[in-house]
């Protein structure tokens, strides 16, 4: 069975509408994080969350409204796995503060509607969503060089900006819906980001991978055409591989709980655009680099010049 | 012809069946049971049990087991409700703390070669998970003043004059009259205060000498500081009764408590930072306190009744000579003199001056330490909003820990000898210092996962697991047909081999993890993938059936191999970095990487291999 055959797509001469769509999604996102900014969660922020379980579905402004009146004014309202169930994210410098807050939460919420069931309360210490930052920042950055000097060893420099160009795109693309669509941001959403890093490059992997062998057989195509040609070759695997994912993820998504409900989102927006990124903005990247056969083959140079010797 | 040599087909068949009997351990059901134990000294025996089981069967609980396991009753239930239901009936029994457990019972001889099933994180069966801080500036501050302390004797000692000496800025500055003084201070300085890397400077135009504390110094006393926070919080957590908690650092600073089944967390956060203390009082040499006390006759003015840890009674003065807070350190080690065990002290300035002060009038005299600590001695049923509420009752308990003969005079630093034993040495040096006040905790993170938010996180866990997994199987065999089929089962292997391996590293099962182990389901069908795609390209270009599956495996392997060593590249960073539930998803995304490179490669070949690999005239395949 097959869902794509034999396909010939060009895909190296669409690569103008693929930078104008992946430039235009990127300023997108860039925009939307500097004007609406990423909905940090506790684990970065420090500070308290309460989750509320109400009986029946509640207006979430409503919520906001009474906090509001009540001294809960940076109060951070929002769903948490349903309409019935509500987390309320407030400031607090320490545990004491954070339990004594809590107690008037609980009050606050009583009196909106006494049925209501106030959790207990995740606290935790801003100097440790401080931390947190940092390192997640750094595993992301030492991520990516790891992958550089890997890529440049195995392949070549061009290849290797190509497939972090991929990546850093795809992160940007992942944490721009992120801010975009306002869905907490989290620990298991930087998670996830590795996730995607790690996804993306496996995906980008496989085609240059085609693309070194396709250089090597086939002497007398140009560079544009092994791209294309490669790309057409490993399209259907691609495909399939995204979709198996998709497919687990979806399950995630829909089936695993509130509590991986984001991990899963990340990872489904992350493996889309990591799809797409790998056929068109590494390959294009790399080939824009200026790629050629030769900088593949200096053992087969060498070889061919001894051959002169006479 | 696509053969594998005996020994790899033999090497697949032992792996793999070594993996389906580490996994097993893990289909064995989690009981909920619950763990009774005394608080004092209340009797843990048959006639408890049977006290239980008829509190129970009033309770209309009837699916039950009870055993004794030393000196704990272990209640197991059918259900989770049924232990909730167990846990206010057992509460009710005064005098017995009781933690709410999950258990797997797996038969004996799985246990016995080494099997057993993976815990479960806090996030999938509930309970409070607690980060604390140490301060490490009030632990560095008394280092500081000793330090400063020890300086001052040795410069008096030494009979060298100094114009001033403080510290500024981490360093200690002493500023002197003359170069000569300097000099001199130097020279006895440096081989006495080792913990300081003194250099002679000119400091606001005055010969001086500045101390830098080595950095070695401060690693020791955060070292000390954090262990000995670890070792009291321990013990509360210990003798507050919880199963199977968690007490690990974390980095330098930090210490993680992780306490499965506990729902009440502002309870026990009382007994986590309470802070124990110690004294050191004069003993009083003219009564029988044995005597006085069988009498029944007060004890003499200006003093008071203490006991030992034997419950003997001890007359102590009402004067402390030396708290806790004055004592900066305790160490066991052995005597010089007579090799037997001994603690050596260390008193701040404050403390040592009481010290020699005490000792001078005292040689001779005996000194006790006592050991003062809040801990729990009962319960109590209070009535809060017409509802009766159960309350552990705390009270100050003072052990006198120590006594002993003072043979001299001493101040700042002191030797107890004469002790029973090594083993007694360390423990009471680790009192000591516990009771010193080194460094009080700070509860930076508290988190408290409901025990029926936990059982849903398996629940929706394991479902989303099996769906996806069922999803994939049924894609992979529509498209693949007889070659999905192979990855299937190379896949469910693959499977198995993850939850063994992590079951043999001991590993905690956590929702990230379950999240780990899905993402790789979906990503080891990939190996598969680039290699079943590379036999269908082989065949349209012309090549025989067993050709292609040959040419199939050998080219797909280089590209296998770089993206997954990629992937693992960014595994390995994320464990690196990661805390708590992102390291266990770079754990499960690692060895998953390593075992679907197994089975998708190995495995896959071994079967293909099986099926089409004697079939001389194989004219196509099902792909």
Do not use: C
């Amino acid at each position: 069975m097959n869902i794509l055959g034999n396909t010939k797509i060009d895909f190296m001469s669409k690569r103008k509408f693929a930078l104008i769509f992946s430039v235009m999604l990127i300023v997108i996102s860039i925009g939307s994080l500097v004007v609406r900014g990423l909905n940090f969660g506790l684990d970065f922020t420090g500070g308290t969350a309460v989750v509320v379980d109400f009986e029946k579905p509640v207006e979430l402004n409503e919520i906001r409204h009474v906090l509001e009146e009540q001294k809960f004014k940076d109060a951070v309202v929002q769903n948490f796995g349903s309409a019935k169930s509500v987390q309320v994210r407030f400031r607090s410098v320490s545990d004491d503060e954070s339990t004594k807050l809590r107690d008037q939460l609980k009050v606050i919420v009583e009196s909106f509607d006494p049925n209501a069931k106030v959790g207990k309360g995740d606290f935790i210490g801003a100097q440790v969503g401080v931390e947190l930052v940092e390192k997640g920042s750094l595993a992301i950055l030492y991520a990516i060089i790891g992958i550089l000097l890997y890529v440049t060893m195995r392949f070549e420099w061009r290849f290797s900006v190509g497939s972090v160009i991929a990546l850093v795109h795809d992160v940007m693309i992942t944490v721009g819906v992120f801010s975009l669509t306002q869905i907490e941001f989290d620990l298991t959403i930087l998670a996830a980001l590795l996730a995607v890093i790690g996804y993306s490059l496996n995906d980008t992997i496989v085609v240059f991978d085609r693309v070194r062998e396709n250089f090597k057989s086939l002497r007398k195509k140009s560079a544009k055409e092994v791209f294309n040609i490669s790309i057409n070759q490993t399209i259907s695997r691609t495909i399939i591989t995204s979709l198996t994912t998709l497919l687990v993820l979806l399950a995630l998504f829909f089936i695993g709980g509130a509590m991986i409900h984001g991990f899963a989102f990340a990872l489904i927006v992350g493996i889309v655009v990591g799809t797409y990124s790998s056929i068109f903005v590494a390959s294009t990247a790399t080939l824009s680099l200026g790629i050629t056969r030769e900088d593949l083959m200096p053992v087969e140079k060498e070889g061919t010049n001894l051959d002169h010797i006479p | 012809m696509n053969h594998y040599p005996l020994w790899k087909n033999l090497l697949i068949v032992i792996v793999l069946a070594l993996g389906v009997f580490y996994a097993l351990p893990n289909i064995y059901e989690r009981s909920p049971v619950i763990q009774t134990s005394a608080i004092k000294d209340q009797p843990v025996d048959e006639a408890l049990l049977e006290h239980i089981s008829e509190q129970l069967k009033a309770s209309k609980v009837t699916d039950f087991k009870l055993s004794l396991e030393k000196n704990t009753v272990i209640s197991k239930f059918e259900t989770v409700e049924d232990q909730l239901v167990g846990k206010e009936v057992i509460d009710n029994l005064t005098g017995y703390k009781s933690a709410l457990n999950l258990r797997t019972y797996i038969p004996d001889w799985l246990s016995k070669a080494g099997g057993s099933a993976m815990s479960l994180g806090l996030d999938l069966m509930g309970g409070v998970y607690f980060l604390m801080e140490v301060d490490m500036k009030a632990a560095l501050e008394n280092k500081f003043n000793q330090i400063r302390g020890d300086t001052i004797q040795v410069l008096s000692k030494a009979k060298i004059s100094k114009k001033s000496l403080k510290w500024k800025n981490k360093q200690l500055v002493i500023k002197f009259k003359s170069a000569d003084l300097a000099e001199k201070a130097f020279d006895k300085l440096r081989k006495q205060i080792t913990e300081v890397n003194f250099k002679r400077k000119v400091v606001d135009g005055m010969e001086s000498l500045v101390g830098t504390i080595r950095s070695k110094t401060i690693d020791d006393i955060k070292f000390k500081a954090l262990e000995q926070n670890i070792s009291t919080i321990r013990n509360r957590v210990n003798a507050y009764g919880v199963a199977e908690p968690i007490v690990q650092k974390q980095g330098a600073e930090r210490i993680i408590v992780q306490l499965p089944g506990v729902q009440d967390s502002s309870e026990i956060k009382d007994t986590l930072d309470s802070v124990a203390t110690l004294e050191y009082r004069a003993v009083n040499m003219t009564d029988n306190a044995y005597s006085l006390k069988q009498s029944g006759r007060p004890a003499p003015a200006g003093y008071k009744f203490f006991e030992d840890e034997e419950g003997r009674p001890v007359l102590l003065s009402n004067r402390v000579i030396v708290s806790g807070d004055q004592l900066t350190d305790a160490m066991a080690g052995t005597n010089q003199q007579d090799g037997g065990p001994m603690v050596s002290v260390t008193l701040n300035n404050v403390g040592a001056k009481r010290m020699l002060d005490f000792t001078r009038k005292n040689v001779g005299n005996n000194m006790a330490v006592v050991y003062k600590e809040r801990v729990v001695v009962g319960e109590e049923k209070i009535m809060v909003d017409g509802k009766e509420v159960k309350r552990k009752i705390y009270q100050e308990k003072k052990t006198v820990i120590n006594n002993a003969t003072i043979n001299g005079i001493f101040s700042n630093k002191f030797q107890t000898t004469g002790l029973r034993s090594a083993k007694y040495a360390t423990k009471l040096a680790l009192l000591l210092r516990s009771g010193a006040l080194a460094a009080p905790v700070e509860i930076v993170r508290e988190k408290t996962i409901g025990p029926s938010l936990g059982k849903d996180n398996i629940e929706k866990g394991f479902k989303s697991v099996v769906v996806g997994f069922v999803v994939v199987l049924l894609f992979m065999l529509i498209y693949y047909r007889m070659f999905g089929l192979v990855a299937n089962i190379a896949l469910s292997f693959n499977v198995v081999l993850i939850v063994a391996v992590l079951s043999l590293l001991g590993a905690t099962l956590t929702l990230p993890g379950i999240a780990g182990i899905v993402l790789t389901v979906g990503m080891a069908v990939d190996a598969n993938v680039l290699i079943f795609e590379r036999i269908k390209e082989e065949l349209r270009l012309g090549n025989t059936a067993q050709g292609s599956i040959k040419a199939g495996y050998d080219k797909a392997l280089s590209t296998i191999a770089d993206a997954n060593i990629t992937t693992f590249i960014a595994a390995i960073v994320l464990f690196a970095f990661g805390t708590g539930p992102i390291k266990g998803f770079a754990v499960t995304l690692s060895i998953g990487i390593l075992t679907s490179m197994f089975t998708a490669i190995m495995v896959t070949r071994a079967i293909v291999n099986a099926i089409y690999g004697n079939k001389t005239k194989l004219k196509s395949l099902s792909i």
